[in-house]
């Protein structure tokens, strides 16, 4: 199985994006959660399933919520660009690639 590395950055937008759905109704933000893990386990196993894109990302689509995972796959492990809501600060995050 493939590593996956998660940015600070994204640590703190994926907390954040928990702490708002939970606060919004009691369950809510751990199948926000749920719903994470289900798709870094699919980049896990497939890491590149999905396109790369001209900034040399990929993105995971998660199917209940509006986010998307940025990554990018590396030889030996995913790394975790953002956690990112579509609908707010499209392309925020491109100042973290390398």
């Keep these: 199985m493939t590593d996956i590395l998660i940015l600070d950055e994204a640590e703190e937008e994926l907390s954040s994006a928990v702490a708002f759905y939970e606060a ?42 509006p986010y998307v995972v940025v990554y990018r796959f590396y030889e030996d492990a995913i790394w975790i660009l953002a956690f990112a809501h579509c609908r707010r600060k499209p392309g925020y995050w491109t100042k973290r690639l390398p």
Excluded: K, M
Excluded at 36 to 41: A, K, P, Q, T
């Design 24 to 65: 919004r109704s009691s369950g809510l933000g751990i199948d926000f959660l749920r719903e994470i893990e289900h798709g870094l386990n699919a980049l896990r196993h497939q890491p590149c399933l999905w396109p790369v894109r001209e900034d040399g990302t990929r993105r995971y689509l998660l199917h209940r919520f």
